[in-house]
């Protein structure tokens, strides 16, 4: 049976055309450097995100670790929000790995606030540890997108308090494309970018980091700490580079997709979901209905063949991508309003 499968972006298949490239690839040992698919992909993500250089890692935990690693020492303090991806769902590695400390700050509806980032930056104080490191995210995982001038701002307070600014741009291809700018005006306001290929943009496995040559040196070191030193990843690196370089395109796709089914939903009855905050390819909406039918969704609709996420803080997440069709769309919403009747 086929599922419709919206629980996330990263479900997606790789394309056919990803699958012959697989299969094709020049490859070579990376850790000696001498992949020429995996050299190609960073040259071309270095080249795209509009840094010096680029490094190719198994996962995007791997990556912001890694970038983590090489902006701290043991006892830093890096300013994170508490809704972030690093520190919610990294299994706390930034204290296992690098020994720093999260200063986490709140954001109302998860934008960042400049002025409460400024407030956290530590002054000189021998009891105080040293601010490291400033995170971002961009798109977020709320599925909101943070526009070019906040991400400018808080870059200016990096610079201002010499602090370097690492973005986490899981979905960053997503971010500029429902802005409608090229990725590389909101990675210029980063000194180090983290772009996953294997969520919308369909590649089966891996992240890019991005940044001055200096930086990837140690991230590429970091990386072989972690054990991610990798062989003959131009198997990998091959449907990758089609990811970065062919999947952003269609991004805007997925994101009419998710407000045409932003739009269905609210229309059914018991659904609460408002289509115009709808920024990406992400639906989340709230069910006027007894726990009972809300903690039972997720087994009903995986019996009309579409497989969701069950409720989290009061809400349901529907993720549109590259496997799911206009067609689809339709259909699962009709599965939600009969399993809502
Ligand atoms: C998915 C995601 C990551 C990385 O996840 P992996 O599963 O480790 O590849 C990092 N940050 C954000 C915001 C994400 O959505």
């Not at 970091?222 to 198997?235: T, W």
């Not at 039918?293 to 991508?321: C, H, W, Y």
């Not at 259909?331 to 809502?340: F, G, I």
């Amino acid at each position: 049976m086929r599922f419709i499968d919206l629980r996330s972006d990263t479900v997606t298949q790789p394309t056919p055309e990803m699958r012959r490239a697989m299969a094709e690839a020049l490859v070579g040992d990376d850790v000696y450097q001498d992949d020429p698919t995996v050299n190609q992909l960073e040259q071309e993500a270095a080249r795209i995100l509009g840094k010096e250089a680029a490094l190719y890692l198994s996962s995007g935990t791997q990556s912001n670790q890694a970038a983590v690693m090489s902006w701290t020492k043991r006892g830093d303090e890096i300013i994170v929000s508490d809704g972030c991806h690093i520190y919610e769902h990294e299994v706390g590695a930034v204290a296992v790995l690098s020994g720093a400390n999260m200063r986490t700050l709140h954001f109302e509806g998860g934008l960042p606030q400049p002025a409460l980032i400024e407030s956290a930056v530590r002054a000189q104080d021998i009891h105080f540890p040293e601010t490291a490191l400033i995170c971002v995210e961009n798109a977020l995982s709320n599925g909101k997108v943070v526009p070019v001038d906040i991400m400018r701002q808080v870059y200016e307070i990096g610079r201002k308090h010499n602090i370097p600014v690492h973005l986490d741009g899981a979905r960053i291809f997503n971010a500029a494309v429902s802005l409608g700018v090229d990725v590389k005006e909101l990675t210029q306001y980063a000194d180090s970018v983290s772009c996953c290929l294997s969520k919308g943009l369909c590649a089966p496995i891996g992240t890019v980091l991005a940044g001055n040559r200096a930086f990837i040196e140690r991230s590429r070191k970091n990386r072989k700490l972690l054990g991610g030193g990798m062989r003959q990843a131009g198997v990998i690196a091959a449907p990758a580079l089609i990811a970065l370089t062919q999947m952003p395109a269609r991004l805007a796709e997925d994101h009419e997709n998710a407000r045409y089914m932003a739009e269905k939903l609210a229309a059914i009855p018991g659904v609460v979901c408002d289509p115009s905050q709808v920024e990406i390819n992400m639906v989340f909406f709230s069910l006027n209905k007894p726990a009972e039918i809300r903690d039972n969704l997720q087994r009903a609709m995986r019996e009309k063949g579409v497989k969701i996420s069950p409720e989290d803080q009061g809400k349901f997440r529907f993720v549109t991508n590259n496997d799911v069709s206009r067609q689809d769309v339709d259909q699962a919403v009709a599965a939600l309003a009969e399993c809502l009747r």
